[in-house]
């Protein structure tokens, strides 16, 4: 059977928000579109690395976007995100929802027992002041309801509001950031500190690309968390003491399939890029990225990817 590759211009991988966005693309289709067999790889055009989408079925730019966009719709008010507007959940109350969605998982669809896996564990926990002990959470959680920008809440508004032209321009169109808030808080332009503009942020529209922000929730399953000792550690992170909390991705050249996507992102060898290069190299991997994240007052942001 002839394959068909299909660029995504509008995607940069040094951009976290962009990684996450053509991860998300990967996994929907994988869900959704068995004799599609979607396949990912990088290439290098109009000076960044961008996605190259390989599928069995010959697909166009129309007929992507369509696919994705009637795959995304079964999503809006998914119980994966239902269940609270943040992530400072008491940790009885999501234990009981991880093991009602590892039940309905075995017979059903196995989406939010994926993302309860991604969120967070009821196994580490810590003392919150108003809601007693809650659990440790992923390192992807950029707000936890200060100035009424909820992590679960926009994950809910981005489901329902995106539509096909919104993930048009995301993945085909250079990101001008034409569209209103939600924002996930994972593109390094969300970083809005006052050092860093020239007149004071805080009254400035938040202006973001929503395709992208809705394609990358996608992705998240892809990096669950798993407890360390007596630490929450979330796959693809490396924390490095009094340096910060770094999110490390690959960037390969051959195409590969969601499962194996996913095995790399967890590998030792992208942890230890410095160490690895040769090893990766062989692997088809290119490239290894890292952001830091940064707690700027009461959010999280994220800079733009570096060489690792």
């Not at 009254?203 to 996608?218: F, H, K, W």
């Amino acid at each position: 059977m002839t394959c068909s590759t299909l660029l995504l211009p509008g995607i940069d991988g040094a951009n976290p928000l962009g990684f996450l966005a053509a991860l998300g693309v990967l996994r929907t289709l994988f869900r959704a579109e068995d004799a599609l067999r979607p396949r990912l790889a990088w290439q290098v055009h109009s000076g960044a690395w961008r996605p190259a989408l390989t599928t069995e079925i010959a697909l166009s730019r129309p007929e992507l976007v369509a696919r994705l966009d009637e795959a995304l719709r079964s999503m809006v008010d998914h119980e994966a995100w239902r269940f609270s507007d943040n992530l400072n959940v008491e940790a009885g109350d999501f234990r009981s929802h991880a093991l009602a969605a590892a039940a309905r998982a075995s017979t059903a669809d196995p989406t939010a027992a994926e993302f309860v896996a991604a969120f967070a564990c009821d196994a580490i926990t810590e003392v919150d002041a108003k809601k007693g002990v809650v659990v440790c959470d992923t390192a992807f959680r950029t707000m936890s309801g200060a100035g009424h920008q909820h992590f679960l809440g926009f994950m809910r508004q981005l489901a329902a509001c995106t539509e096909q032209d919104h993930l048009e321009r995301a993945l085909f169109e250079q990101w001008r950031y034409e569209d209103d808030k939600p924002s996930m808080r994972w593109d390094p332009i969300d970083d809005r500190r006052y050092a860093l503009r020239w007149n004071e942020p805080s009254s400035d529209p938040i202006r973001t690309v929503r395709g992208a922000n809705r394609l990358a929730i996608e992705a998240l399953p892809l990096f669950p968390v798993m407890p360390r000792g007596t630490r929450l550690e979330t796959t693809g992170f490396v924390t490095a003491g009094s340096r910060g909390t770094w999110f490390r991705w690959p960037i390969w050249s051959r195409p590969i399939s969601m499962p194996v996507v996913q095995s790399l992102l967890a590998s030792q060898r992208v942890r230890q890029a410095s160490t690895n290069e040769a090893a990766l190299r062989r692997m088809g991997v290119e490239a290894v990225f890292k952001s830091q994240r940064l707690t700027v007052e009461k959010y999280r942001n994220f800079t733009m990817g570096v060489p690792a």
